[in-house]
């Protein structure tokens, strides 16, 4: 009988929480990343969202009451957020739709489409705190 041979392989495990800090995320994972995280935001928020709509047009001082509610910089932050949201989940979705066609799949063109995401959701989302806090 033949003893079987053991080659020294690397062990991949999976990582610990501790060990987050170390670790170098690639671009295309951190786009996936994000676009759960701004999935999971639009979703969290959406019923929020919906009820100050519904209040808002149910007579003209709701709609000026809501008006200056949004005239804070806090709340102005929070409507940044979920337009960044908006934005960015719109992006990475268009990427995720055409590697779900596998366009771009490749490891090389995997990270050119990560890089054109950040390239227009990040000034769309700048376009947007610009309007919101008042340059134009």
């Known amino acids: ?74 709340v102005k932050l929070v409507l940044l957020a979920v337009s960044w949201a908006f934005l960015h989940h719109f992006c990475a979705g268009i990427r995720h739709l055409f590697m779900d066609n596998h366009i771009g799949i490749e490891k090389d063109s995997a990270r050119k489409s990560a890089v054109i995401v950040f390239a227009v959701s990040l000034p769309l989302a700048a376009l947007v705190a610009l309007k919101l806090f008042g340059a134009f």
């Open 1 to 74: 009988m033949s003893e079987v041979t053991k080659t020294n392989r690397p062990e991949f495990r999976n990582i610990h929480v501790t060990q987050l800090a170390n670790y170098r995320l690639p671009l295309a994972g951190l786009i996936s990343i994000l676009h759960r995280i701004s999935g999971f935001l639009m979703f969290a928020l959406l019923p929020f969202i919906l009820y100050l709509l519904d209040q808002s047009l149910m007579s003209e001082g709701t709609f000026e009451y809501f008006k200056g509610i949004t005239s804070n910089w806090f």
